[in-house]
């Protein structure tokens, strides 16, 4: 039987779905993560790469695991 976590990862996200999410995770994590961008910032497919490095580099462990989500 398949864990729920295992279902989700092999399930493969939209671009639309990742950057409703990553709109989402920036805004949970803008004091944590992304203090240096605008707090109104807009994610687009462009920023995405930098989001995930904020995330990865200032999240913390729920923020590298929220990360790699978006990949």
């Known amino acids: 039987m398949k864990s729920r976590v295992s279902e989700a990862a092999a ?3 939209s671009v639309k779905d990742k950057l409703e999410l990553a709109n ?5 994590y803008h004091t944590r993560c ?3 961008m ?3 910032l807009v994610v687009s497919e462009a920023i995405l790469p930098a989001i995930i ?3 990865r580099t ?3 462990k729920e923020g590298a695991l929220a990360a790699a989500r978006l990949l």
């Open 11 to 13: 399930t493969p996200m």
């Open 24 to 28: 989402r995770l920036y805004r949970e």
């Open 34 to 36: 992304f203090w240096h």
């Open 38 to 40: 605008k707090p109104d």
């Open 53 to 55: 490095l904020g995330l």
């Open 58 to 60: 200032h999240g913390g």
